[in-house]
């Protein structure tokens, strides 16, 4: 079945530099794919998404764009923030919301 | 507008205890789907409801039930609960179906003892 792969973390970055979070889908046909972020105690928040092949997602400085090619949805930013400290999960739609494990990202000031 | 509800927020029950969870969804969004988020697991599909049909099941034993109103408020219901059963419970709401993504409610945590 259709499925999400992402790096496993935790991810440690100081403040200002470059993130990527890694994620690759396995997929029959061309699903939606999005990247939420859940913040501590709380629920999950959309943060970006693409529905077809070379769509690039951004929203608050962060982007991914959707290979096809590569079977791929990568998460970047090109200078973090503590306040993006936080569990970043990828999904496709399946046709229900199917989600990665969660990368836990930390920011260092 | 007003977001995901869902209520309570926490609830502490015990094993074999049956508890129900809601969930008030984005007004005009007739999607309400149910997740359970563990450490161990991450997030697993619960149900998925739309106008008060089950449209879409995971792979949860029978105990795990819910059902849609016809104001899409949602429920869901654990019956004879397990120390297993210990989660956070997410609900989430979307117009239609999930390639516009999901708003997501807070959560309710449970813990069973």
């Known amino acids: 079945g259709n499925s999400v792969t992402q790096m496993e973390g935790p991810v440690t970055l100081s403040e200002e530099a470059f993130l990527t979070i890694n994620c690759t889908y396995t997929?029959?046909?061309?699903?939606?794919l999005f990247w939420y972020v859940q913040y501590p105690g709380e629920g999950l928040q959309l943060l970006l998404k693409?529905?077809?092949?070379?769509d690039k997602g951004s929203n608050k400085g962060f982007e991914a764009t959707y290979r096809k090619e590569t079977t791929s949805f990568h998460l970047e930013k090109g200078s973090v923030q503590v306040s993006d400290s936080a569990v970043y999960f990828c999904a496709l739609s399946d046709p229900n919301m199917r989600f990665g494990a969660g990368t836990r990202l930390t920011v260092k000031p | 507008k007003a977001g995901v509800t869902q209520t309570p927020r926490y609830l502490i029950k015990t094993r074999g205890q049956q508890v129900t969870l809601s969930c008030s969804p984005i007004s005009g969004h007739r999607s309400v789907s149910w997740y359970q988020q563990t450490p161990g697991q991450g997030l697993q599909f619960l149900f998925e409801y739309f106008s008060e049909t089950q449209r879409n099941k995971g792979n949860f034993p029978g105990r795990f039930s819910g059902r849609q109103f016809s104001n899409s408020r949602s429920e869901m219901n654990v019956s004879t609960l397990e120390l297993g059963d210990s989660a956070l419970y997410l609900c989430?709401?979307?117009?239609?179906?999930?390639?516009?993504?999901?708003?997501f409610g807070s959560g309710t945590r449970l813990t069973v003892v």
């Open positions: 693409a529905t077809k092949a070379d």
């Open positions: 989430a709401s979307s117009l239609g179906d999930s390639t516009s993504g999901y708003t």
């Open positions: 997929a029959t046909g061309y699903p939606s």
